[in-house]
């Protein structure tokens, strides 16, 4: 009963918006979170977060229950055996279950008997059930699945914070020591009398805005420190880190593969499919609930009001029977519940093409900020090299008595915001590399059609 499962009709581009053209075989979703970055430090927190992480350990749980269920659900195929057990004495009552009646006297019971009962479906309504139930166990399994992605990224973008603050905590030291070189130059040409008082305090006041930073970035390192051995499921600490933000290589103009292929690879998109599964079989449920139900049932033992007759062997019971039960008139109810999960249907189906709506658009947003922050980046690092340049030549200008204190400190103050902005575009373009990565499906316990029901 009720409408077999066909994947919705999703209108797919044949590309991704910002793709780059194909320039190989492989594209980024094939590549293991820890061969996306070579870095033996990333890849240890990433496989710990994977094992200790509780938010995934819980979803490995929901998974069990999951399954367990679907045990639960299959074992309605199957006759259902039991067995009774009655020992009883009783005055002017029948007692519940008793299999002789007392007539008003008091008498002794003794009964053993084995039961048996098995509903034949009929209509598929155990069927769909099952169906049902499946697909909520695979459901559960690509939201585990969507909870690791997420917490890989997590990891992965908080180890590339703490590299970026690593290196604004460099600048920061180097902008210091750098302001501090200046303020000596300017406290000895004080004493000499070849400058001013003027020059001398705006270079002590650089040093000291130069030197707040250090305790800021600092306590931001702590803390996100603590928030990547949170994730990792450890108690916080220090996290250990082997590379800086330079070192890095980037995976550059590498093709994402086709949209077409992420209905394939997306968990969330492969659970929202799974939904929309369970769902379609519930209206089959509903559907069978308007026809009746056979059930056979079957009982052999034996049952005496005398112990020495039951233990004889000539108290033998036995019965079978098959029952027939369905509705007649139910005010409603039936078709309520069948209208209720056709909706519950069309939920999941709009809730499905949503999901898919939301990949194409993350895809193509991440792939976009990739090849945009990476131009961002060139020109920082060329406005970085040239400020470099200007604060020495500006340095070297008013050792020679050339220029004034103000022209070196004006070039000071925007070589080293310069610097951190550079920071900032390769921290943004890492951050976007991960969440191109993540948009794309993953590229860990990827086996999505031997898993589908």
């Excluded at 519930?282 to 026809?291: N, T």
């Excluded at 008013?398 to 103050?413: N, P, S, T, V």
Aim: aromatic share 8%.
């Amino acid at each position: 009963m009720g409408p077999n499962y066909h994947r919705p009709q999703t209108e797919l581009p044949t590309q991704f918006r910002g793709a780059p053209p194909p320039a190989g075989t492989n594209w980024l979703g094939e590549l293991r979170w820890w061969d996306l970055f070579q870095d033996a430090a990333l890849r240890d927190l990433l496989s710990t977060a994977l094992t200790n992480n509780y938010d995934v350990q819980a979803a490995i749980a929901r998974v069990q229950q999951a399954e367990a269920i679907l045990v639960q659900n299959r074992s309605v195929f199957f006759p259902q055996l039991g067995y009774l057990g009655e020992v009883a004495r009783d005055k002017n009552a029948s007692p519940s279950g008793s299999l002789f009646p007392s007539g008003g006297l008091t008498t002794d019971f003794y009964g053993l008997a084995g039961n048996a009962s098995w509903e034949l479906d009929l209509w598929g309504r155990i069927r769909r059930l099952n169906q049902a139930a499946r697909a909520q166990m695979f459901a559960s399994i690509e939201a585990r699945r969507d909870l690791q992605l997420s917490v890989l990224s997590q990891v992965a973008q908080g180890y590339f914070r703490l590299l970026a603050l690593d290196a604004e905590l460099e600048i920061a030291h180097r902008s210091t020591n750098s302001f501090g070189e200046s303020l000596r130059i300017f406290s000895e040409r004080l004493k000499q009398g070849t400058v001013s008082k003027l020059e001398t305090s705006a270079a002590a006041a650089a040093l000291a805005s130069a030197a707040a930073t250090v305790p800021e970035l600092e306590r931001q390192i702590v803390i996100q420190e603590n928030l990547v051995n949170v994730l990792a499921g450890r108690n916080p600490g220090p996290v250990p880190r082997t590379d800086t933000l330079l070192q890095h290589d980037l995976l550059r103009d590498i093709p994402p593969g086709l949209p077409s292929e992420l209905l394939e690879r997306r968990p969330d998109i492969r659970e929202a499919e799974q939904n929309l599964r369970a769902a379609n079989a519930q209206i089959g449920v509903a559907v069978a609930d308007f026809f009746p139900r056979l059930d056979l049932t079957g009982l052999f033992g034996q049952a005496s009001p005398a112990l020495s007759a039951f233990t004889a062997g000539g108290a033998n019971v036995w019965s079978v029977a098959a029952t027939a039960t369905g509705p007649l008139f139910q005010g409603g109810r039936l078709v309520g519940q069948y209208r209720q999960a056709r909706a519950v249907r069309a939920e999941a189906q709009f809730r499905y093409q949503a999901t898919v709506l939301n990949a194409l658009q993350e895809v193509s947003n991440d792939l976009v900020s990739v090849q945009k922050y990476g131009e961002e980046r060139i020109q920082q690092d060329r406005a970085v090299k040239a400020y470099q340049v200007a604060v020495q030549v500006s340095r070297e200008r008013y050792i020679a008595g050339r220029a004034g204190y103000f022209e070196l400190l004006q070039e000071q103050q925007l070589l080293f915001p310069s610097e951190n902005a550079l920071v900032q575009s390769e921290f943004n373009q890492y951050l976007a590399f991960i969440q191109l990565y993540q948009a794309l499906g993953g590229g860990f316990e990827l086996n999505p059609k031997s898993e589908q029901p």
